[in-house]
């Protein structure tokens, strides 16, 4: 193929011919840079869409498995609704079960994905305070806000395990419910340590002067991860 | 700095005492050591807590495993730059430099070095040494049949090896095309300076050597006995080497792989030099690209479904056993979605790659360009829409045989196209039959008998002679053995010059070819064999009426054993003391042969500005002009550099 | 001339004359020769071995079995023969001397990117191909779907490590597999522990064993003779030893063999679909079993 040297590349006497650009007051990674934010932001958003898109993938299977044990009902397991003292079932350790396996509180998972949803909203407050280059409280207070919502969701999906009223041996709904909260705990603690950062990031700020690419993805992956909290919990919720 | 004192090269940059921080105590046996007292930690706080509970050496040997893992990263460094990057601190252009291995010799090697060209010459060594233990398997495993009734393996035993064999051989097909060139030499080919993610690659790799310790040690938790499919309800009931098991895929698929993969997509989709729009990308970048967006629908799906299989084993969830509300039909349906496209993201690199030979040794352009690409993007679509073919016998869905036998069936289009671009290649060109060619046309030979032998497994009826039958076993081997790797030993021979700065020895590398080429058939043919007189798959004993078959077999076994011993010996010699390789030994025209051998850090000391694709062959013009100019070709070596005096291998 | 005219005349190899040489000695013309030959050493393994080598087959799907390897191989050959004959072709006739230990590469081929109308063709031969063989097989698989009332039941029960079959209606249980000649069948398949896979490849047939699932598979024996069942999905420890033997054989026999297992005549006679009169009550001989039906040649 045809190669011609690029123009900003000229020196007169061989040395290398690598560019950095200079420091910017308040960026990320100050000094040393080959690329510009705005290419480094391109690389970054595709990254997380991929992410989302793998996460996604997760996500429609866990549902599938929800929907194809509820539909399959096999040995009429899926919450042990015709279990009755004659019938005999017994659960995952041999104890005898009397169905139908009560269902799980509806507040749990509505708590959770409410502080997901407003974890998320935060994110997004701290996004333009970035980008409108407001002062550095104004990106770490919102950033602060959002992770104390997530630690918030996390210690109820936490609570709700102690709570439930059934185990993982009771049958098909409750197994993959519990699956769900697990994922979503999963899900929740990442996304905890991500607003760590932010928040920590912010509050030395990285953030001001219009540098808003990073907590852009940050928002969109707090978006994704209020999506898919919010789907685990109104199929788990409302579709037993 | 003062232009007098700058350095010429990148990688002579001198550093400061503290440049990398953490990382310049760390390396694998700094990784090891700490994996090893985390899971030791693990073992005894788990073993204290739950051993006496239900379930509990599930939960032991899950919590083990997953401390060997973490400890691992945290050793050799995976998890600096994140929590670096919490607490706010961020890495300096020292740092950085460190991190890509400047200043440290051959012992980057062994460390969490962000240089592309570090991680592919890792992955390169780490797939040998994969296919090493797979084929030493493998030759077990013959052995065993060379008789109907051996003595030489128990039946649970002989299980465990046929499922870790199985196991191995994905993990090794899967990152055999695109860890040493999808990382070392694609980044070169579309003019970029390293992946996109640096960081991300080195922990990709590390990642993948932290998941094989956990598949070895199922040998010593019990075995595995329910082959690689590791099918429900069977593999629920397994011995906790199941957890371990589990625990490497959702390593080595769930995280290596999937970030590996979105690497590959954002270097090639946002790094490419000046000029290089997608139509004039070599044709392996668009097979990278398309396999690794597959491996992001596919390798979630495996994490998934052996996280399910971990809490079905370890917590008593009932995902997998009928009799409590689950159903083994979910293990099939979750595991086949990602078990067909995986086999499409084994495949697509290595035929990328021989489009790139096919291209370079019949000194042609590669044959319609487009209807290539097209192919990839067919395959990779119907790839996900056709898993229930594995499912046939199953009585899942009877309904739904025929819609999956017409998607199966669709796949044979764009595999066809795929045969037009490679002989529409060769069609009239100037063949030049070096060692990276012949497996070109081993790959043809090979994957026709692959790809029709599939055809027959499509059709519904005679899937019920062939499904758990030997027939299967061949057809796979044909297609994944004698298709993909045979391209990716195509791939080895054709850019080794390049990675190791040697030439590989022919003489004993086409000794090599020949035993493979032949030996392969007779290998595979007994199977066939074997599959037509209804020999099920997967039995350590067998009825003396398939023993001709078998020893057929087997004998053919040995002597491809023997072939790829060859060319390991072809690939040592070759690496230690082979003829130093010119800087395009091919003459071929893509980027990574203009630069020199061996590649300097970052690649490339001027930008690269390209326009046109790099199959200008039988244009007329010279080398690396598209139109005659008064200005020359500008060099591409260092002032006061020279190709002999870095001969040692790659830098 | 031109790079177009060059390639034009690389492309129909017109001689300085004009005229272009005949068929036969142009590429095209060997290539299609070769192509013939490949095609019909394809062909006729394709129709002669696979009989020789599957199993004697014992019913109409496994005919079926058969009838189709016979039909996509000979749809095969052509195809697999035309991208070996150009391959054998390319080493012929494209290769230079020497080319394959020189270090300079030979020079440049033609500038050919690419062939519309021959990529066009090509989909077209293929999709064509793919629609033939979709069509086979939809056909072959809706003709073994019918169920016929009054078959055979045979509830098949598989576990770690063999197979039980129960003949409803009969109160027999066996662990071998008799079935009558010429009557259809249809077995009910489940597992009580793990799957297995319910094999009998003579008559081209194979279903799962699935736990708390009942799968369904259905044939007509035709031929007498002996079979093998075997497992075909990996089972656990013993899964090679996961075999029966069974056998097809007259109704009469049939019959007389399930009093022996304990039926009573009646339920016998019903269930093998003959005359109570034509059975030999309590008959303690069984039929010798008859000999296997194995591939005519190993």
Known sequence: MSLTTSEHESTEDGEHHHEYLPAVEGAENPGGEHESAGERDKKERLMIWLFIGGDLVILILEVFAWFYLRTLDSNGMWNAAKCTAAANCVDGLGNPLIGPVPKASIWHPMIIMSLAIISALFVWAAESASRRKAAKGAVSGPALAALVCMIGAIVVQILQFQVLPFTTIDGGYASVYEFFMGSTLAHLLLMGFILTGLWTRAAKGRYQGGTFHRVRIMRMFGVWIAISTSVLAIVGGFFV | MSIATAPLLLEDTPLGPKAGGLYRRQNALVGLIAGVVLAAIGWVISHALLQGSNWGSDMVVTVTLTCWVIGFNIGIGTFNAPFRWVVGKDSTREDELYGAGVGQGAARYWKYCTDHKVVGTQYFVLVMVLFAIGGTLAMMIRTQLITAHSSFLSPGTYNNIVTIHGMIMIIATIIMVSGPFANFILPIMIGAKDMAFPRLNAMSLWVVVSAVPPLLATFVLGGVDTGWTTYAPLSVQAPPAMDAFAICIITFAGVSVTVAGINTIVTVSTMRAKGMTMSRVPIFAWGSVVSAALGLYAMPAFLTAMSMMITDRATGTSFFVNQLGGAGWLWENVFWTMGHPEVYVILLPGVAALMEIASTFSRKPVFAYKAAVAAFVAIASLAIMVWAHHMFTTGWAPNLATPFMLTTELISIPTGVIFLVLIGTIWKGSIWTRLPMYFLYLFLWNFIIGGVTGIYLSDVPADQFFHGNMFTTAHFHYTLLGGAMIAATGAVCYWFPKMTGRMLNERIGKTAFWFIAIAFQVTYFGQFWEGFQGMPRRIAFYDPIFLRANQMSTVGAYFLMLGWMILLAAIIVSWRNGKIAPANPWHAKSLEWKVQTPVPLENFLVDPVVTSDPYTYGEGVPDGQNEPSAAPEPELVPVGASESSKGEGAS | MSFEQQFDAIENEITEEGDAPPFFSRPGGKIFIIWLVFTAIGVVIGVFAPHHLLPGLQSGTGSD?????????????????????????????????????????????????????????????????????????????????????GALQVNVTGQQWLWTYEYPGTGVTSRTLELPQDRPVQFNVTALDVIHGFWLSTMGIQTDANPNENTVIRTTPTTLGGFVVRCSQLCGLNHAFMNNKGSVVTPT?????????????????????????SLTPSSSSTTTAPPMNTAASQ
């Open chain 3, 253 to 277: 026999q049939f019959g007389n063999w399930l009093v022996s297992q304990g039926a009573t005549t009646s339920a016998a006679a019903k269930s093998a679909d003959v005359p109570e009169s």
């Open chain 3, 65 to 149: 079995v058969w009838a189709t390897i016979v039909f996509f191989s000979v749809l095969a050959a052509p195809v697999a023969a035309f991208v070996y004959a150009l391959s054998f072709y390319s080493l012929l006739a494209w290769r230079p001397k020497k080319s394959g230990s020189s270090d300079e590469p030979p020079p440049d081929g033609p500038p050919q990117r690419g062939n519309g109308p021959l990529t066009i063709v090509w989909l077209g031969i293929s999709t064509l191909l793919v629609i033939v063989l979709l069509v086979w097989g939809m056909t072959v698989w809706s003709s073994q779907q019918v169920a016929h009332d």
